[in-house]
């Protein structure tokens, strides 16, 4: 798919939230009028969703004369193909959005040759975890180590038993049996 020429703000107003749902109140203190524009923990006012809306109005239609004169497209066309429209591959080449299908490989391939590149070699840099996988990973951390805390000696057995609801059919579990006086 090709993605769209659109633009859109979302500012979130998160008052009810923290006032019903948290019981937190905010105050503020601003220097300027619109120091705290785009606050989300108050509504914003009809002037700033102006300002706001303007800054969008001029991203898009920078945006579309960009696509234009970077596609060699009539401004026309740009704005009837744009408005936030996703494009599938062979409709994309059909509108002039793209110059050809392909995958990864084939789109370096291309960038070595404009860049007139006869060696070139490619480097993977590592993926760092996003916040939230990091905050997740604490939390089952945090869950296994409460779970010990109050399971003791019993947690080995609440582990075998979490593993076996992951196995289908039948299924038998050996213990050792309690020594016999």
């Known amino acids: 798919i090709t993605g769209s020429i659109g633009v859109f703000a979302l500012i979130p107003n998160l008052t009810k939230f923290w006032t019903e749902k948290l019981g937190i109140h905010w105050d503020r203190i601003k220097t300027g009028k619109y120091a705290d524009i785009g606050n989300p923990n108050r509504p914003m006012t009809a002037e700033e969703e102006q300002i706001i809306q303007s800054y ?3 991203t898009y239609r920078d945006f579309k004369s960009r696509v234009s004169t970077g ?3 009539k401004s026309d066309l740009v704005d009837s193909i744009a408005q936030g429209r996703v494009w599938t591959g062979l409709q994309a080449k059909q509108i002039g959005l793209v110059d050809q299908i392909g995958n990864m490989e084939d789109a370096i391939n291309i960038a070595a040759k404009r860049a007139k590149l006869s060696k070139y ?8 975890e996003n916040s939230f996988k990091k905050m997740l990973g604490s939390y089952v951390l945090m869950k296994q180590s409460l779970l010990k805390d109050e399971l003791g000696d019993n947690y080995q057995i609440y582990q075998k038993l979490k593993e076996a609801q992951k196995h289908v059919g039948v299924m038998m579990l050996m213990t050792e049996a309690p020594a016999s006086n």
């Open 56 to 58: 969008v109005d001029t």
């Open 71 to 73: 596609r060699k497209l």
């Open 121 to 128: 070699s490619l480097k993977v840099m590592p993926q760092y």
